[in-house]
């Protein structure tokens, strides 16, 4: 590894320490103080191997100094309070954490880095308002999750498959070509949306699989081989929760003394993942993506089948304005808004797009026509 990479990364890690030692100074929550102590520990502790390093590449240790926007994190932090400032440490841990592994560092230091995210991220919750139910609950264990995510794509899904062939239908309906030619368009849209939808998924699910599994065995290497770490970090994640130290301690303490248990433990609480599921079947994701595509894009599509001219037309856009309340109807169920109100927003922007694609068809077919 290049010299200034090392550097780079010694002051980083110093840079964190210097956040946490300060928030641990500033926090009036026992718990959380020593929480943002036990972070720095680890940080102090990377940056010693680093600075070890840039002595064996025959390099000085440079003296640490915060930077501005460290000194500006922490001035918020003193005048609002940490919370607001946990957002940016996440990402600075997330950040760290992705660039050791693009480095080849130690796999160790990237999974305590992605560990401290993950840390935080239950700090911030728990600075909105302690742990609530549904965390206690996954943190015991009695609840997995529903299928609100996969609910939520499906609808996502089949209003991208509906707006973008709307769009296009309409353009080309707006151009003056034939019934035939819109209709064959229209399917072909269809097709292609949903063989790029369907393999952009499989290519996504298939890759996180990968990644996953590529953690979970670095992850049961280290339990392995430091498995006071990495009850450490879990004991950490745990006290983010709302236990009190002793109490996680003696959790993650428990989880470790079974391998198998504490590798499916950790694999949920770090990676957010079920190891036995890995984030769930590719070409499962693949052909759901396809199904619910074509579903939505069928609809500005069907008219032309039985009807031709302006009366196709007018077809589509009836039949599009029902799929598009529909979908916006189904978006209450997340957002709590009214019926109404989403299914008619869902329906103006649907049809501004359409109207966007039919006059610009428009010009196109009366500059060709004339």
């Known amino acids: 590894m ?62 640490f100094h915060p930077p501005l926007r460290t000194r500006l994190l922490l001035w918020l932090a003193a005048r609002f309070g940490p919370a607001l400032i946990l957002p940016a440490l996440q990402g600075m841990e997330r950040g760290g954490a992705s660039g050791y592994a693009q480095q080849g560092a130690p796999a160790a230091m990237s999974r305590q880095e992605q560990s401290h995210a993950l840390v935080l991220g239950q700090i911030a919750r728990l600075a909105r308002g302690g742990l609530s139910g549904s965390a206690l609950a996954q943190l015991e264990g009695r609840h997995r999750a529903t299928g609100g ?32 030619t819109v209709l064959i368009t229209g399917l072909a849209g269809l097709l292609a949306g949903a063989i790029s939808m369907a393999l952009g998924e499989w290519l996504s699910v298939q890759s996180a699989r990968e990644l996953y599994g590529h953690q979970i065995a670095i992850e049961a290497e280290e339990i392995a081989h430091a498995p006071e770490e990495e009850a450490e970090e879990l004991a950490l994640i745990y006290e983010a929760r709302g ?20 590798l499916d433990t950790l694999a949920r609480e770090e990676l957010g993942v079920d190891p036995q599921e890995l984030g769930g079947s590719a070409w499962e994701a693949a052909l759901t993506s396809f199904v619910l595509f074509a579903l939505g894009a069928i609809f500005p599509v069907l008219p032309f089948a039985f009807f031709s001219g302006f009366s196709a037309v007018i077809a589509s856009i009836l039949f599009s304005i029902l799929a598009l309340f529909g979908l916006g109807a189904a978006i209450t169920l997340f957002t709590g808004r009214s019926v109404l109100y989403s299914g ?26 004339g």
């Open 243 to 262: 236990l009190a130290p002793e109490q996680a301690r003696a959790l993650a303490t428990q989880i470790l003394s079974d391998p198998q248990n504490a």
């Open 149 to 180: 995510n996969a609910l939520r794509a499906a609808v996502l899904g089949a209003n991208d498959g509906l707006v973008s062939n709307l769009s296009l239908v309409m353009g080309v309906a707006g151009a003056a070509l034939d019934n035939r």
């Open 344 to 369: 008619l927003r869902m329906v103006i922007f649907g049809l501004l797009a359409a109207a966007v694609t039919f006059g610009i068809g428009r010009l196109i077919g009366v500059s060709i026509a």
């Open 2 to 63: 290049p010299l200034p990479t090392l550097i780079e990364n010694y002051l980083d890690e110093c840079n964190s320490a210097h956040i946490y030692r300060y928030l641990a100074a500033a926090e009036a929550d026992p718990r959380l103080r020593e929480i943002y102590q036990r972070l720095a520990e680890t940080e102090e502790r990377h940056a010693a191997a680093w600075a070890e390093r840039i002595r064996a590449a025959g390099g000085q240790v440079p003296t």
